[in-house]
């Protein structure tokens, strides 16, 4: 079965910093892979995707991944961090099979301070 | 377009009860998928459909069902009631199975 592992479960950052958020899967074949972001009291929000083509893919709000096939690693970054980008961030990732089903990290709450 | 939504958005119950949740996908999405989000565990995923079949099945117990109508729009039920079915349970379109993931807010489910 799939997994995913997201190294840290909170970080903490002041405005302007850079963030780097870790993500690796455990799947030998061909993967989707998907970063979703969860603002307090919002429901779940798709911040990028990676299906093929290039690696390093860029999403909403100055988010960008890097897919690392070698390293089985989809790692978000941001060089320049809001208050706004407090959230939870979970990094999720959906096989070659053919379905929908979504194997998602424990998530990692950022909290930025002003 | 509106996005998904799901009823009701909160829910009490007590141990032994059954519950059924709803859940309405975007207009022309045919794929609903269930996840189960707890502060443990994370987002586990309950159930895929797509046309009224169920295509894919989580590691839950047999007291967590679910179907789609021919409306694509889903239910899922959870029967006799456990205090760890306390969750929240996110239901999430998309136009075929591969594509794009759309999730709706919600419902808490609180089990006394």
């Known amino acids: 079965a799939q997994s995913v592992s997201q190294h840290n479960h909170h970080v903490i950052l002041s405005e302007a910093a850079s963030l780097e958020l870790g993500c690796n899967y455990s799947?030998?074949?061909?993967?989707?892979l998907f970063w979703y972001v969860q603002y307090p009291g919002q429901h779940l929000q798709l911040l990028l995707k990676?299906?093929?083509?290039?690696?390093l893919v860029k999403g909403i709000k100055g988010f960008e991944a890097e897919f690392i096939k070698s390293k089985f690693s989809f790692n978000l970054r941001k060089p320049s961090v809001q208050w706004s980008d407090t959230a939870e961030y979970f990094c999720?990732?959906?096989?070659?099979?053919?379905?929908?089903?979504?194997?998602f990290g424990k998530g990692t709450m950022l909290l930025v301070s002003p | 377009k509106a996005g998904v939504t799901q009823t009701p958005r909160y829910l009490i119950k007590t141990r032994g009860q059954q519950v059924t949740l709803s859940c309405s996908p975007i207009?022309?999405?045919?794929?609903v998928s269930w996840y189960q989000q707890t502060p443990g565990q994370g987002l586990q995923f309950l159930f895929e459909?797509?046309?009224?079949?169920?295509?894919n099945k989580g590691n839950f117990p047999g007291r967590f069902s679910g179907r789609q109508f021919s409306n694509s729009r889903s239910e899922m039920n959870v029967s006799t009631l456990e205090l760890g079915d306390s969750a929240l349970y996110l239901c999430?379109?998309?136009?075929?199975?591969?594509?794009?993931?759309?999730f709706g807010p919600g419902t808490r489910l609180t089990v006394l």
């Open positions: 999430a379109s998309s136009s075929l199975p591969t594509d794009e993931q759309f």
């Open positions: 799947y030998g074949g061909t993967v989707n």
């Open positions: 990676y299906f093929s083509g290039d690696p």
């Open positions: 999720a990732v959906n096989d070659d099979s053919g379905y929908s089903t979504l194997t």
């Open positions: 207009s022309g999405h045919r794929s």
């Open positions: 459909y797509f046309s009224e079949t169920q295509r």
